[in-house]
Nanobody, 115 residues
Framework: QVQLVESGGGLVQPGGSLRLSCAAS????????MVWYRQAPGKQREWVGT???????YYIDSVKGRFTISRDNAKNTMYLQMNSLKPEDTAVYYC?????????WGRGTQVTVSS
């Protein structure tokens, strides 16, 4: 059974940093395209960034230069390092595993950027 569990969210002041984690079980994270999404209050879920099996990363323009996706294959965990956070980054952040046998989601972790 595939499970994705996000952690690391919280309340941070504008300009601060957080690192989100997405721990995978039941799948080998490095063998699949992994994606971060977010959903702000009253808005649709939006794509934040992707890391491919080859380790290439892609980001929505609004987070380029501030967010970095990485993974630790030994821990089977993906990360989202978020720097220079802005109030508009406030959202529930979800990780997604886009696998050949299914599309898997975590339950999300809340990130709130506020002074």
């Amino acid at each position: 059974q595939v499970q994705l569990v996000e952690s690391g969210g919280g309340l941070v002041q504008p300009g601060g940093s957080l690192r989100l984690s997405c721990a995978a079980s039941g799948m080998i994270l490095s063998r699949n395209t992994m994606v971060w999404y977010r959903q702000a209050p009253g808005k649709q879920r939006e794509w934040v960034g992707t890391i491919t099996t080859g380790g290439f990363t892609y980001y929505i323009d609004s987070v380029k230069g501030r967010f970095t996706i990485s993974r630790d294959n030994a821990k089977n965990t993906m990360y989202l390092q978020m720097n220079s956070l802005k109030p508009e980054d406030t959202a529930v952040y979800y990780c997604n595993g886009d696998t050949p046998v299914g599309d898997y989601w975590g339950r999300g972790t809340q990130v709130t950027v506020s002074s």
